[in-house]
């Protein structure tokens, strides 16, 4: 039988180029993000069949929309192998500017409470099988703090511990829970950033990475593998010396600068 991919954020980016890989491993795709109409004209810009994909309008900050997404997907097309939360946002921040205490909570709301709600009308059905793949995009950026950039450094530690926990309590189900690491990734996210991104890879490349990883059920790794070199490296570092290997880095722009 056909497996399903289930995948937020496949309006772009990574969530995009991951569907791209599993189509090409003969998977359908439950296709998941706001912007639905980019998707459609993606999927029939690259030739998809109406049996090859559907697609579920959904803004995974609102549990209920994702959740619903989830269900409707059960209901049309059948429990999923794979369920991979890529959706993310990534936006500067500084703490002595009041509105940035909002992108912060907007971006817990997306990053970690979006990821949980995106899981959770999968893991039951998945446990009964006894099958299936609980995939979290979290990223180097969650390793150690970055200058302007506490959202989301935060949120990405957040979606690490989550799913290490998810991990533990679903061990023996024969469920996975998989957590990618990407460094840094050539997407519409990573097009602003004013510092310079060692490793950047395509997302194609990315995606095949990940696609090889998730099919393996390892339980962490960061894409590409010379960034999982500076990840253990950082994890290790003491905070003088990373203070010191930060000084005069840019901060992660906020809302509406360039
Ligand atoms: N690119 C990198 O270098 C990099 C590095 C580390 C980690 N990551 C992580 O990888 C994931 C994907 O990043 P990307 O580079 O592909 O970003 P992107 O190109 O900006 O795409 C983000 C995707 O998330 C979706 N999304 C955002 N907010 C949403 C919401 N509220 N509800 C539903 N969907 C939402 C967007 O769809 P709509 O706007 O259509 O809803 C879009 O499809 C993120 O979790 C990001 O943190 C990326």
Not at 23 to 29: E, F, I, P, S, V
Not at 38 to 58: H, N, T
Not at 233 to 256: I, T, W
Request: charged content about 20%; glycine content about 12%; overall charge positive.
């Amino acid at each position: 039988m056909t497996r399903i991919a289930f995948i937020t954020g496949a309006s772009g980016g990574i969530g995009q180029a991951l569907a791209w890989r599993y189509h090409q491993a003969g998977w359908r795709l439950a296709l998941v993000a706001r912007r639905t109409v980019e998707i459609e004209s993606w999927a029939q810009s690259q030739g998809l069949k109406a049996a090859d994909y559907a697609v579920f309008g959904a803004d995974v900050a609102d549990p209920d929309s994702i959740i619903g997404a989830g269900q409707s997907c059960i209901a049309s097309m059948g429990l999923p192998e794979a369920v991979i939360a890529s959706a993310g946002i990534s936006i500067g921040m500084d703490t002595s500017v009041r509105e940035d205490i909002d992108v912060m909570a907007r971006t817990f709301a997306v990053n970690n409470v979006g990821m949980a709600a995106t899981f959770q009308p999968f893991v039951q059905g998945m446990v009964q099988r006894g099958s299936g793949r609980l995939v979290g995009i979290a990223s180097v950026a969650g390793i150690r703090g970055l200058p302007g950039h506490g959202a989301y450094c935060a949120s990405k530690a957040g979606v690490i511990s989550y799913c290490e926990s998810l991990r533990g309590e679903l061990r023996g189900t024969g469920v996975k829970v998989v957590t990618i690491g990407p460094g840094y990734v050539a997407t519409p996210l990573t097009q602003k950033n004013r510092y310079s991104m060692p490793f950047l890879m395509p997302a194609d490349k990315f995606a095949d990475a990940a696609f090889r990883a998730i099919d393996s059920g390892v339980s962490y790794r960061v894409i590409p593998w010379q960034m999982g070199v500076v990840a253990k490296l950082l994890r290790v570092l003491p905070d003088s010396l990373y203070d010191r290997l930060l000084a005069g880095r840019p901060r992660k722009h906020r809302q509406g600068e360039r």
